[in-house]
T-cell receptor
Framework: KAGVTQTPRYLIKTRGQQVTLSCSPI?????VSWYQQTPGQGLQFLFE???????NKGNFPGRFSGRQFSNSRSEMNVSTLELGDSALYLC????????????FGSGTRLTVV | QKEVEQDPGPLSVPEGAIVSLNCTYS??????FMWYRQYSRKGPELLMY????GNKEDGRFTAQVDKSSKYISLFIRDSQPSDSATYLC?????????????FGKGTKLTVNP
């Protein structure tokens, strides 16, 4: 059974650019969440999608957005990149909410220069 | 005060030692309590999750939850060099019908042969 797949694995962007990251959840999983991981702040919740609807959003500026498609694949977009956006972006999927355990992908390492 | 506090370590032990990792939390609304293991350049991997106070054992790993003290622990018996990783505690909370995870910052563990 394939795990959670995130693409690309590594990305280097320039300040002011925008970026789109992709996540394919485990087959049958309908809930997809995104997290940002930095050495200073640890893992922080960005947003969660279930059946193409954003159900919850963390405390991040509006430059961070996402969407989910009918096949449960999800994308997140960051516009007007800042140096502080450099982080590991992780996607996690779950069969349904309320089970507690999520399966994470290996992440996309974004570096903003 | 952060919702979840975790000693970042680092923690260095000899092979075969018993390892104790701990987290405290402040939000009584947390429902599930999880431990994730994260190897370098990888996403977090779910080790254990539990709902109620008490102990849960899985091989060399024991997760302990004390809801009255808002304290959770992970014990690793007979630690192995392959256990060297960052261990993250996580807790789930449901808001507006959506679930999100709140993570500790992680404890970096090194098991020396």
């Amino acid at each position: 059974k394939a795990g959670v797949t995130q693409t690309p694995r590594y990305l280097i962007k320039t300040r002011g650019q925008q970026v789109t990251l992709s996540c394919s959840p485990i087959s049958g999983h309908r809930s997809v969440s995104w997290y940002q991981q930095t050495p200073g702040q640890g893992l922080q919740f960005l947003f969660e999608y279930f059946s193409e609807t954003q159900r919850n959003k963390g405390n991040f500026p509006g430059r961070f957005s996402g969407r989910q498609f009918s096949n449960s694949r999800s994308e997140m977009n960051v516009s007007t990149l800042e140096l502080g956006d450099s982080a590991l972006y992780l996607c996690a999927s779950s069969f349904r909410q309320g089970l507690g355990g999520y399966t994470f992908g290996s992440g996309t390492r974004l570096t903003v220069v | 005060q952060k919702e979840v506090e975790q000693d970042p370590g680092p923690l260095s032990v000899p092979e075969g030692a018993i390892v104790s990792l701990n987290c405290t939390y402040s939000n009584s609304a947390f429902q599930y309590f999880m431990w994730y293991r994260q190897y370098s350049r990888k996403g977090p991997e779910l080790l254990m999750y539990t709902y109620s106070s008490g102990n849960k054992e899985d091989g060399r790993f024991t997760a302990q939850v004390d809801k009255s003290s808002k304290y959770i622990s992970l014990f690793i018996r007979d630690s192995q060099p392959s256990d060297s990783a960052t261990y993250l505690c996580a807790m789930s909370i449901t808001q507006g019908g959506s679930e999100k995870l709140v993570f500790g910052k992680g404890t970096k563990l090194t098991v020396n042969p």
